[in-house]
T-cell receptor, first 114, second 113 residues
């Protein structure tokens, strides 16, 4: 069985400071990894994804994530956050190659403080 | 309209009511999904449709009944719900059954009284 753990349920950070949102997964097979963002009263929007190749993945809005197979992690980072980054962030994993089933974490609420 | 749309955005219903949620995708995708999002819980996949055929039903109670008349539309029919069914119901679609990149609608906030 697969599972996704987001270790921090809430992360407050000051504007222009760096942030890291942690995600660990458990899987015995190859995985595809995703980060989604959910702004208030909206659906989920894809930030970035790792399918194969370079382990450092760059996404929208200045976010990036690094796939670390040995640590089964896919942490999300941004060097300088903005007020508009305040949102809920979800890590998700799916199997390769037949990935209908997405497994989501419980989410991390990022609050950027002015 | 672009992307994935859902109606209504908010719904309040009694336990004896019957209602339906609607999802429409304008992306030309072939797979559609229903998720339930409850506070402090991971998103729960409820149903998956590939090319209009249901391929996943994750032990969802029969009071939730999906319908996919074509690859652009997905419905979730609700009847005799319980208060614990109150949640945000999200629809998503993907290009193909691999589902590697799912596009989500804004959700329907359901309250069962």
């Amino acid at each position: 069985a697969q599972s996704v753990t987001q270790l921090d349920s809430q992360v407050p950070v000051f504007e222009e400071a760096p942030v890291e949102l942690r995600c660990n997964y458990s899987s015995s097979v190859s995985v595809y990894l995703f980060w989604y963002v959910q702004y208030p009263n909206q659906g989920l929007q894809l930030l970035l994804k790792y399918l194969s190749g370079s382990t450092l993945v760059k996404g929208i809005n200045g976010f990036e994530a690094e796939f670390n197979k040995s640590q089964t992690s896919f942490h999300l980072r941004k060097p300088s956050v903005h007020i508009s980054d305040t949102a809920e962030y979800f890590c998700a994993v799916t199997h390769s190659p037949t990935g209908n089933q997405f497994y989501f974490g419980t989410g991390t609420s990022l609050t950027v403080i002015p | 309209e672009t992307g994935v749309t859902q109606t209504p955005r908010h719904l309040v219903m009694g336990m004896t009511n019957k209602k339906s949620l609607k999802c429409e995708q304008h992306l030309g995708h072939n797979a559609m999904y229903w998720y339930k999002q409850s506070a402090k819980k991971p998103l729960e996949l409820m149903f998956v449709y590939n090319f209009k055929e249901q391929t996943e039903n994750n032990s969802v109670p029969s009071r939730f009944s999906p319908e996919c008349p074509n690859s652009s539309h997905l419905f979730l029919h609700l009847h005799t719900l319980q208060p614990e069914d109150s949640a945000l119901y999200l629809c998503a679609s993907s290009q193909d059954p691999s589902g590697y990149e799912q596009y989500f609608g804004p959700g329907t906030r359901l309250t069962v009284t």
